[in-house]
């Protein structure tokens, strides 16, 4: 089992639609919560950290609930600029603080 | 600009050649990290260092080197004993244990 598992992609999802990525962690190390963007042939960027009380940043909201191990990412009204793949993270409180990344979930927001 | 400089951009090995990756960063940060992208996969750790003069190995630290003489630098060499070293290489560092990573732009390796 995958320690970072994330929804297969791709979605596609038109402009102005909600789009939710879900990402589930096996490891009870984990200490703290990312969602990075990554465009094309692109290095990672950090979107958001994810709380536990959860956090809302414009258009994007993410959730945690650790007793499932579960994390999750909002996007309202997503825009064509929106299209990228989506890394779901969690950095272990042990090795180093470690990150540990999802595969990734591929979104594709059409006209 | 602070931020994470990582070159060459592009880099070609031989057969049998050792090529080196640099990564450069003035955030000031502690810990720095090596990654490697395949296409269509996560990342894979290959080495992090939290501290000067001090690394430790990833999850796919063979065939692969690193030094850290200064806080600034943290270059990453592909050895010959890497026999699949076509990638991308994300470097990436870290002010504190959990903080988020932030990378630099990346160097593609292909094999001639």
């Known amino acids: 089992r995958k320690e970072v598992e994330q929804d297969p992609g791709p979605f596609n999802v038109p402009e102005g639609a909600t789009v939710a990525f879900n990402c589930t962690y096996s490891?009870?190390?984990?200490?703290?919560f990312f969602w990075y963007r990554q465009d094309c042939r692109k290095e990672p960027k950090l979107l958001m950290s994810?709380?536990?009380s959860g956090n809302e940043d414009g258009r994007f909201t993410a959730q945690l609930n650790r007793a499932s191990q579960y994390i999750s990412l909002l996007i309202r009204d997503s825009k064509l600029s929106d299209s990228a793949t989506y890394l779901c993270?969690?950095?272990?409180?042990?090795?180093?603080?470690?990150?540990?990344f999802g595969q990734g979930t591929e979104l594709s927001v059409k006209p | 600009d602070g931020g994470i400089t990582q070159s060459p951009k592009y880099l070609f090995r031989k057969e049998g050649q050792n090529v080196t990756l640099s990564c450069e960063q003035n955030?000031?940060?502690?810990?720095m990290y090596w990654y490697r992208q395949d296409p269509g996969q996560g990342l894979r750790l290959i080495y992090y260092?939290?501290?000067?003069?001090?690394?430790q190995k990833g999850d796919i630290a063979e065939g692969y080197s690193v030094s850290r003489e200064k806080k600034e630098s943290f270059p990453l060499t592909v050895t010959s004993a890497q026999k699949n070293p076509t990638a991308f290489y994300l470097c990436?560092?870290?002010?504190?244990?959990?903080?988020?990573?932030?990378f630099g732009d990346g160097t593609r390796l292909s094999i001639l």
């Open positions: 994810v709380y536990s």
């Open positions: 490891n009870s190390a984990s200490q703290s």
């Open positions: 993270v969690v950095s272990l409180y042990n090795q180093g603080g470690k990150l540990i």
């Open positions: 955030l000031n940060h502690d810990a």
């Open positions: 990436a560092s870290r002010v504190g244990q959990h903080q988020p990573q932030h």
């Open positions: 260092s939290q501290i000067v003069n001090d690394f």
